[in-house]
């Protein structure tokens, strides 16, 4: 009998890896202050990619700047690109991430033994699931399972570049763990 995602991914534990770095977030400047720039509330409201909206939340990062351009860029495009230009100014930071227990599914290791094909990372429209069926994506499916496994975060390919995001659950962050906005002293204190 095939074993079940969630007890894959339970026994996935002992291959999480620990994650340092510097990755990136792109913000409204609603929410460009000391007190919303780390907040993932937008994710528990509306839901992504590996979130079903009401159900947890996700700090969504990527792994280097030009996904994240892209990646905000996209989640606003229309045809004639006037749909970006309404949604500036924006901001972008940089946020120092130390993570102990991340599960890296950018590795083809890591997805073969969970029978994970990439593209179905990349290919699922999640936001019609949610929204017009209802459903949970295959990707929320497997943000949730990480995220009850006890993961910190998973570090995922992007569905828009090359390059990669490391999506964060917020709840989930260990003793030791952090995360850092770079520069945060530019930012203004929030307004009443």
Known sequence: MPRLL?????DALEWAVP??????????????????ILSAQGSLDVGGRY???????????????????????????????????????????????????VLD???????????????????????????????EAFTQQIGRLAREAGFEAILVPSAVTRGKNLDIFPDRLLAGSSLKVVNRHFLPLPKR
């Not at 994650?19 to 202050?33: L, Y």
């Not at 996209?74 to 130390?98: H, T």
């Open 19 to 36: 994650f340092s770095g510097v990755c990136f977030r792109n913000v409204s400047q609603k929410f460009a202050n000391t007190r919303d």
């Open 51 to 101: 979130n079903f909206k009401g159900a947890f939340e996700v700090l969504y990062l990527s792994y280097d700047l030009h996904t994240c351009l892209e990646e905000t860029t996209k989640s606003m495009q229309c045809d004639n690109g006037f749909e970006v230009a309404k949604a500036l100014p924006r901001v972008v930071i940089g946020i120092e991430v130390k993570l102990s227990r």
């Open 6 to 10: 969630s007890e894959k991914l339970q």
């Open 105 to 135: 599914l950018t590795s083809a290791i890591i997805r073969r033994q969970l029978c994970i094909a990439k593209k179905s990372l990349t290919a699922d429209d999640w936001e019609k699931l949610q929204n017009v069926d209802n459903q």
